[in-house]
């Protein structure tokens, strides 16, 4: 099992940027697919973006495509969303998860990260 702990969230007005991290613990993340996930007041958990355990491959939801950027570092087991030019509709609770092998998806996830809350000011 792996320990996922999400940081960097915070409020920001729109059109602003934030850069959140997760870092894992008890395992390498060096074999796992890693994805962030969203959850807005209200409403469900849906995707934001996913990355291949060798970071060559990444996929974003269109709500968020050419504004964040997923990218991780193996050797400091850490995974990176990078947003920018912000919104305030991008206001949620911001999970990472990982799979350890296989496709990773909102029903397809070994390990949920506690989320850390970005809001967005209009």
């Known amino acids: 099992q792996v320990q996922l702990v999400e940081s960097g969230g915070g409020l920001v007005q729109a059109g602003g940027s934030l850069r959140l991290s997760c870092a894992a613990s008890?395992?390498?993340?060096?074999?796992?697919?890693m994805a962030w996930f969203r959850q807005a007041p209200g409403k469900g958990r849906e995707f934001v973006a996913r990355?291949?355990?060798?970071?060559?491959?990444?996929y974003y939801a269109d709500s968020v495509k050419g504004r964040f950027t997923i990218s991780r570092d193996n050797p400091k087991n850490t995974v990176y969303l990078q947003m920018d030019s912000l919104k305030p509709e991008d206001t949620a609770v911001y999970y990472c998860?990982?799979?350890?092998?296989?496709?990773?998806?909102?029903?397809?996830?070994?390990?949920w990260g506690k989320g850390t809350l970005v809001t967005v000011s209009s």
């Open positions: 998860a990982a799979r350890e092998s296989g496709y990773i998806g909102l029903f397809q996830v070994d390990d």
């Open positions: 008890g395992r390498t993340l060096s074999s796992y697919a």
């Open positions: 990355i291949s355990w060798s970071g060559g491959s990444t």
